[in-house]
């Protein structure tokens, strides 16, 4: 059974965590990513963890994740003879996915005028921290910024501290999703009428979209809302809770009331004064002593236990679980979203498998390529074997 | 039948039977009616209970229907018409399914203990219109021993191990900002959505396609997984701080909760930085020298930068450190965010009128602006029930009688019922 992306060609310019996540999820559901990599390889390439924490760009955690399911080729796009092999690729490709900062392309001719004007059906998602356009069109822009500006940061942390980012480089990974939305937008449009387009996202939008009402709420009533530690923002006193993070025996949990039943609180702890008429009309309001009240009972219990009797009450609690807990979740492995993957330099690792699962059409998964790993062998399809070496010869290719 | 003003949408020609409440699922259907695809949403009779403090100010002398005006439910579900439907009645059931078999794809995310009660199955559907695409959102998949706990978001971001991840050096677990977990299923189930379309358009084949909401979470929290097994190291959270590169922090800036985003991580930034803050002779200083050195020696450096944001107004700072060459961005609330002059001129917010409120809504579109297709957001959403007569008569074919007979059965319903059975 072919795949959902089945017959559609995706040629990636590397631009840090985001493209990467973008072309990752496009191979996944089945389209064939060529990956052009420059000399001296992704970026991510160069970013842990490395096994033994010793840097080494076939073994870099960040990169086997990004870039399972894909194919290397090592390729100098700054020199022209290489520019003009990658427009025999383009002629065949349908989605070019790069995080170059805006401009940088068109100066190598390569930019979406040129490309739409020679390539109408080509579909190009440009992945950069603010977007084409727009006065912060040529800002620097690290996560941790765009993060900021996206208006995500104040949303994240205790009121009384600094705004808080989360982990690791989420916005990329945001943004890295937002283009594999837009650019199966742009195939399905391009489905009807034949036309490509140009899919602009912004990385600092992506951080705005994760925001989830409060700018609407303040458009509106113009109310401010802003962290609020572990608990639930924007929470006023006729509000339910809990809805927050708290500490029990052997770890947190997250404490959330059943909505519909806030009695079964009550139930759960057996602690009568949660069942007040007081009490269910401004739960909100009473968020400290609830706090206080739950922190009591979760001291003598373990998450596993807190949870299994919330859950069997149909109180949706859950667990806050470590990473190496994740990993060894008997859930997981029974569902097969772990999968492991032999690379010939990093060994065997245990990596996230289908983001979503397809019961018709697999899901790709394949190890990450190594540097270069397919360059003869796709550039092969695209010309002879004298011309590689007059590529090889040139330094285009390494 | 209900086609858009102005020029075509991607996405239009493709109709998507929405069945989905809370946050994930209805974020997941607005972003494909905002590109063009009609997605119909169909409410319980019980649907849509206004909480007082989270309903829009009704403009002075519009009826009010408090359940027209709750803001989060307006704001993820434009894009959209409603239709009321009682799914538990014989007859609304046969409604529901004369709508599958004219229609594209199904989208839920009920627990899958309560689409099993609603017999929302891949066989049942496939029955009635044999290409059909059923994708469930479920917060942990319908297999697995987790498959019948129920969980909002935040609750799935807690079991992925992002929660963990997330905080203050010294502090407890956090939620990664609002609903997380939420848009980042959202956009995959989108997406996969359009994927599964696409295999359909070639193949003939339907299928059923789920999207647990935690398998996509189990995306972003990778590294921490394989740093486990490659060191055997668990790891935990570190603040606003950056694995290898100093500095890399949020600094307290003048003025009430303002913040500076600022990171350097070549020498060419740490040296304008120095510029900036007048403090040229750290470049010089061996703790500072190297990214190495200045890693390890990130307290103190914060402690210098911080030094100097605390007297500076968070937006010069950013543009003088921009200029500089310098990664910097100030922290902006909501307000400021919505007159920020980068969102203006790239417009994300996309402004569309209600009758009965005072402000127009300024829905967020998603991250990406279109150069041919166009994408803006149209339609507001749909009052409760607003388009319950028209589609059962223009699209399924019912008599008008027979539309009468679904109200008078309470099959279908022109207002909600509150929780308690009484009209609200």
Not at chain 1, 15 to 42: F, Q, R
Not at chain 1, 44 to 65: K, M
Not at chain 2, 47 to 58: F, V
Request: hydrophobic letters at 40%; charged letters at 20%; aromatic letters at 6%.
């Amino acid at each position: 059974m072919p795949e959902c992306l089945a017959g559609i060609r995706v040629l990636e310019l590397t631009g840090g965590p985001s493209v990467s996540y973008c072309t990752k999820l496009l191979a996944g559901l089945g389209a064939e990513v060529i990956k052009i990599e420059s000399p001296a390889g992704d970026i991510c390439r160069h970013s842990g963890p490395f096994p033994g924490d010793v840097p080494d760009p076939e073994t870099s955690g960040l990169f086997l994740h990004l870039n399972t399911g894909k194919r290397s080729v090592r390729l100098d796009i700054e020199r022209p003879e290489a520019r003009a092999l990658l427009k025999r690729l383009l002629a065949e490709t349908d989605v070019m996915v790069e995080g170059y900062a805006p401009g940088a392309l068109t100066a190598l001719g390569l930019g979406y005028e040129a490309l739409a004007a020679e390539f109408p059906r080509l579909i190009v998602t440009s992945i950069t921290p603010f977007g084409q356009d727009g006065p912060y069109a040529q800002y620097l822009g690290a996560e941790i910024v765009t993060y900021a500006l996206g208006g995500y940061l104040m949303l994240t942390g205790s009121p009384e501290r600094e705004p808080l980012k989360s982990y690791s480089t989420q916005i990329e990974f945001q943004a890295g999703l937002q283009g594999l939305f837009g650019t199966m937008v742009a195939l399905t449009g391009r489905e009807a009428d034949g036309r490509g387009d140009w899919v602009d996202v912004s990385a600092m939008e992506a951080a705005t979209f994760l925001l989830g009402g409060p700018a609407q709420v303040c458009a509106l009533t113009g109310e401010i809302r802003i962290r609020n530690g572990t608990r639930l923002i924007g929470l006023v006193p006729r509000y339910f809770y809990p809805s927050t993070l708290r500490p029990c025996r052997d770890g947190y949990v997250h404490a959330h009331t059943n909505v519909r039943h806030p009695e079964l609180m009550s139930v759960l702890m057996e602690l009568p004064r949660l069942a007040e008429a007081e009490m269910l009309e401004t739960a909100a309001g009473h968020a400290d002593e609830i706090d206080a009240l739950m922190d009591e009972w979760l001291a003598g219990h373990d998450r596993r236990e807190v949870v299994a009797r919330a859950q069997e009450l149909r109180v949706p609690f859950t667990e806050v679980f470590r990473p190496d807990e994740v990993l060894a979740d008997p859930h997981h492995a029974e569902r097969g979203a772990f999968v492991e993957l032999d690379h010939p330099v990093a060994g065997r690792l245990t990596q996230p498998g289908p983001a979503v699962q397809f019961a018709a059409t697999p899901w790709r998964v394949e190890r990450a390529p190594m540097l270069g790993e397919h360059t003869d062998e796709v550039l092969g399809r695209w010309c002879s074997s004298a011309e590689l070496a007059a590529l090889l010869e040139t330094g285009a290719i390494v | 039948m209900t086609s858009a003003p102005g020029p075509r949408k991607p996405l239009a020609g493709i109709r998507i039977v929405d069945f989905t409440n809370a946050v994930a699922g209805p974020t997941a259907t607005s972003l494909l009616g905002d590109y063009g695809a009609e997605v119909i949403k169909i409410e319980a009779p019980d649907g849509r209970q206004p909480n007082p403090p989270g309903t829009a100010p009704l403009r002075p002398g519009a009826a009010d229907e408090p359940y027209n005006r709750v803001m989060h439910f307006n704001d993820l579900n434009r894009s959209k018409l409603s239709l009321v439907l009682d799914l538990a009645k014989p007859a609304g059931r046969q409604r529901f399914l004369e709508l599958v078999q004219v229609s594209d794809a199904v989208i839920e995310n009920f627990s899958p203990r309560v689409a099993g009660n609603l017999r929302i199955d891949y066989p049942d559907l496939r029955r009635v219109r044999p290409d059909i695409i059923l994708l469930s959102m479920p917060a942990f998949g319908k297999s697995g021993p987790y498959r019948d706990r129920i969980s909002y978001g935040p609750g799935i971001d807690a079991m992925s191990g992002i929660s963990h991840l997330t905080g203050y050096e010294d502090g407890p677990p956090m939620k990664p900002g609002n609903f997380f977990c939420d848009q980042n299923a959202a956009l995959l189930a989108a997406s996969s959505c359009l994927a599964a379309l696409r295999h359909r358009n070639r193949s003939g084949e339907g299928q059923y396609v789920e999207c647990a909401m935690i398998d996509g979470e189990l995306q972003v929290v990778a590294e921490a997984l394989l740093d486990y097994q490659m060191n055997g190291r668990v790891q935990t959270r570190t603040g606003n701080r950056h694995p290898s590169i100093a500095p890399h922090g949020v600094y307290r800036c003048a003025g009430e909760d303002a913040w500076l985003a600022i990171t350097a991580g070549t020498e060419a930034e740490f040296n304008a930085l120095c510029q900036v803050i007048n403090r040229p002779e750290l470049t010089a200083d061996p703790r500072f020298a190297t990214n190495a050195a200045r890693h390890e020696h990130q307290d103190e450096l914060d402690a210098v930068i911080a030094g100097w944001t605390v007297s500076q107004v968070k937006l010069s700072a950013q543009h003088t450190l921009q200029a500089a060459g310098v990664p910097a961005g100030a922290a902006l609330n909501v307000a400021e965010l919505l007159a920020n002059e980068q969102v203006k001129a790239r417009g994300q917010f996309e402004e569309v009128e209600y009758a009965d409120l005072v402000q127009p809504y300024p829905h967020t579109r998603a991250a990406f602006k279109l150069r041919v297709h166009t994408s803006r957001i149209e339609r507001r959403a749909p009052r409760f029930s607003e388009h319950t007569r028209q589609i059962l008569a223009e699209l399924l074919g019912a008599s008008v009688s027979e539309v009468e007979q679904l109200y008078e059965h309470g099959v279908t319903r022109a207002a909600p019922l509150d929780a308690h059975g009484l009209r609200v």
